[in-house]
């Protein structure tokens, strides 16, 4: 990871502070393409007779990833907000394993980022649910 990356993830891991809270845990980034890991906790539960983790939770862990995918993507951009974001759920997610998310920003205009990004458990197909998403560009001066 470059120091530019590690930057990144570090402002994602530390300075987010729901990405905190539901232990988010950046595994790769680089080049526009980001992999995350949220590990299961009851605390995220949204059905407690089932035990699954809350949309919510998945929610949140996606467009953090793509959010992060769009910050190292090769052109360089600043800051980034999500102005779109569709989210398809397929399952839910098997209780007691951890989800794991993976956005790749796969095109850049000169004021929006395009991402699409999916997120699995242990089974990887079919994922938990994936992503379609935009993302306005701060560009440095």
Do not use: W
Request: charged residues 20%; aromatic residues 4%.
């Amino acid at each position: 990871m470059s120091d530019r990356t590690a930057q990144i993830a570090r402002q994602f891991t530390q300075g987010i502070p729901h990405a905190r809270d539901l232990g988010m845990e950046i595994r790769h980034l680089e080049n526009g393409v980001c992999e995350i890991e949220m590990p299961y906790d009851e605390k995220l539960i949204g059905d407690a007779r089932t035990g699954v983790i809350h949309g919510g939770a998945i929610s949140a862990l996606m467009d953090t990833c793509s959010g992060a995918a769009v910050m190292s993507h090769p052109s360089n951009p600043g800051g980034t907000a999500t102005l779109d974001l569709r989210i398809d759920y397929m399952r839910a997610a098997t209780p007691g394993q951890t989800i794991r998310a993976r956005a790749e920003c796969y095109h850049v205009t000169h004021s929006v980022a395009f991402v699409r990004a999916s997120a699995c458990d242990d089974q990887e197909d079919p994922p938990v649910a994936t992503a379609h998403g935009a993302f306005t560009l701060e560009r440095k001066s």
